[in-house]
Each structure stands twice: as structure tokens, then as C-alpha cells.
């Protein structure tokens, strides 16, 4: 089955820090990832719709400025939380869709991400 | 609008019980349906998916569901549950003409 890959898995940062989560897709081009956030216990968030070569479609209540989403190839996606702060910490997802209108959803490993 | 609701945060069944959780969806159109699950700190794996064909679908580790249009539901089914099935398990729907997913509530699978 089709691989997309998730780095890093974890990360800590203080508050006021920058970080950068990448979402590739291994063996296939993804036209579209979504990004997923999930609190505790508790189902997946969609963020975003992220498209490679235009802006990503925020879902409403996702602060952009905050949360900067970048397709620059149809392989690879990243998210990056900006001037993180501790409840920003939370376990982060993203998935690609493979081809098709039916097409599922495939997973990253996914990044938990601590503010301190 | 779509949407997917788990009957059941949490059940509970013996090694060797048959597993059954729940999952109704709404949707105005012909859905797809999907049954993911998540082991803890990892992302999500595709169990099983109803595309419009077999209204039983049959997917990996012994799991099936059955499409059934006049209930709304699309209920997941184990005869013999296993130690390894311990779990966080996702149903969720789609329709190609808004192109998103929306997931269930999620249903913990203690073995």
C-alpha cells in the first residue's frame, strides 16, 4: 500500500519557537494531504486542505497565520506551527489521498508536539 | 451535510468474543464509508471501505462491516477478538462532492 511518511514523530519547543512538521508521500504523488490535529482521547481535527501548488484551504477556526501550510511538491507537505505556545501541544496528523474520488486516506505516523 | 456518529466510546470484550462496534452516518448523497484504526502515538490505518460495490466488506485482521442503507449504518464486526485488537477504531464518511472526511468520535477496543 502507499506510504506516507511523518517527521518528526516527536518534538519539544519553548514557547515562542517555530516548528516544522514534513509529510511526504514515499511511493506516490499526492495532489492533496489534509493536516489533522488530535487532542487527547478524542477524534481527528481536519485543519486544513492542503493542494500542491496553491494555498491551502483552512477549515474554519484554524488561524492561517498561525498555522502556515506549504505543498510545494507533489510529494512533500509541511506544517508549521509558528510562535508556538503550550496549548498548541498536541498530536498532529497528516494524510494523502490516493487518486480518485473514492480514494482513501493514507496516514502519517504522526508528530506529538510538546510547548514547554 | 454529513455526518458519523460511534455509538460507544469504550467497549469492552474477552479474548474469543465476538467484536461489534457501532457507527450511523448521515449523508444526502451515496457515501463512502471507511473503518481506520490507531495504536497509540501512530497515525491511522485503513481497516476496511464500502465504495457502492459488496455491501459486506471484508478487510485486514478477520474485520468486516456491512453497508446497510435503510439503517444508516456501517457496523464493524470481529467474530474472535484478539489481544492485538486493542485499539482506537475510526469510522468515517465521504462524498466526492465535498471532498472531505469526517470521522466519528472514535471507539476504544479494550481485549
Known amino acids: 500500500g502507499a506510504v506516507v511518511s511523518q517527521h518528526p514523530s516527536r518534538v519539544i519547543c519553548k514557547s515562542g519557537t517555530s516548528v516544522k512538521i514534513e509529510c511526504r508521500s514515499l511511493d506516490f504523488q499526492a495532489t492533496t494531504m489534509f493536516w489533522y490535529r488530535q487532542f487527547p482521547k478524542q477524534s481527528l481535527m481536519l485543519m486544513a486542505t492542503s493542494n500542491e501548488g496553491s494555498k491551502a484551504t483552512y477549515e474554519q477556526g484554524v488561524e492561517k497565520d498561525k498555522f502556515l501550510i506549504n505543498h510545494a511538491s507533489l510529494t512533500l507537505s509541511t506544517l508549521t506551527v509558528t510562535s508556538a505556545h503550550p496549548e498548541d501541544s498536541s498530536f498532529y496528523i497528516c494524510?494523502?489521498?490516493?487518486?480518485?474520488?473514492?480514494?482513501?486516506?493514507?496516514f502519517g505516523e504522526g508528530s506529538r508536539l510538546t510547548v514547554l | 451535510a454529513q455526518s458519523v456518529t460511534q455509538l460507544g466510546s469504550h467497549v469492552s470484550v474477552s479474548e474469543g468474543a465476538l467484536v461489534l462496534l457501532r457507527c450511523n452516518y448521515s449523508s444526502s448523497v451515496p457515501p463512502y464509508l471507511f473503518w481506520y484504526v490507531q495504536y497509540p502515538n501512530q497515525g491511522l490505518q485503513l481497516l476496511l471501505k464500502?465504495?457502492?460495490?459488496?455491501?459486506l466488506v471484508k478487510g485486514i485482521n478477520g474485520f468486516e462491516a456491512e453497508f446497510k442503507k435503510s439503517e444508516t449504518s456501517f457496523h464493524l464486526t470481529k467474530p474472535s477478538a484478539h489481544m492485538s485488537d486493542a485499539a482506537e477504531y475510526f469510522c468515517a464518511v465521504y462524498t466526492s462532492g465535498t471532498y472531505k472526511y469526517i470521522f466519528g468520535t472514535g471507539t476504544r477496543l479494550k481485549v
Open positions: 464500502y465504495t457502492s460495490a459488496a455491501t
Open positions: 494524510s494523502a489521498q490516493l487518486g480518485g474520488n473514492t480514494g482513501e486516506l493514507f
